[in-house]
């Protein structure tokens, strides 16, 4: 997939990408409050406050526009810092990665995002395909390689640590996610979190805590 940028004849600067995020808060909340479909660019101006000359200044039409948004995610949550160090504690860290996790992920605006990806990735395979590898598989990665780090005899026993890593996401986000991505609750309180992340992660060490010899 091409990313989305600007029209080359056209200078940048600060005022240039300041324009360009008017644009990028202007079109998002359009496609959240009317779908893909749904959206027009005659709207999408509208709600950016810019001219419909202007808008196709930076993006040739819609598609190009919503990989854009969907990138700008992407970068957003590959931004949220997650403190893998290997020489972290097991339990201490899966605790606070599970919460910041579901923080970010319960966020407000966060599942109009995933539903709005998850709406268009059947028709644009390729912008859904972006999303899941620069967010959720580099996650799911990052943690398998802390996990992995930890398998010894004193610590944790896991064979498939990519399975185990995914487990552990799925399980914080019991009860939690799926009301939320599709509006049957609001944004889960912190204590709530908290609740759902320590069950996950008791269930977790009872399952892949090294016993001992």
Do not use: W
């Not at 999408?44 to 948004?69: H, N, P, Q």
């Not at 799925?170 to 320590?198: G, K």
């Amino acid at each position: 997939m091409v990313a989305s940028t600007p029209n080359t004849n056209h200078p940048f600067g600060d005022e240039d990408n300041s324009k360009r995020r008017q644009i990028l808060d202007g079109a998002r909340k359009v496609f959240m409050d009317l779908g893909f479909d749904g959206a027009s660019m005659n709207e999408i101006a509208r709600s950016a406050g810019v001219s419909k000359g202007t808008l196709y200044v930076y993006f040739a039409d819609k598609c190009r526009l919503f990989e854009a948004i969907v990138e700008a995610e992407a970068l957003e949550q590959g931004q949220v810092v997650f403190n893998f160090d290997p020489a972290r504690e097991a339990e201490t860290m899966l605790r606070e990665f599970g919460r910041a996790y579901i923080q970010m992920l319960c966020r407000p605006g966060g599942g109009s995002s995933i539903r709005t990806v998850m709406a268009i990735a059947e028709r644009m395979p390729e912008v859904g395909s972006r999303f899941y590898v620069n967010v959720l598989e580099k996650t799911i990665n990052r943690l398998a390689d802390y996990l992995q780090a930890h398998v010894r005899p004193n610590d944790l026993a896991i064979d498939d640590c990519q399975l185990a890593a995914a487990q552990f996401m799925q399980m914080c986000q019991a009860t939690l996610f799926l009301p939320f991505v599709f509006q049957a609750a609001t944004a889960p309180s912190a204590e709530r979190i908290a609740q759902v992340v320590d069950s996950a992660t008791r269930l977790f060490l009872q399952t892949y805590r090294a016993k001992p010899a």
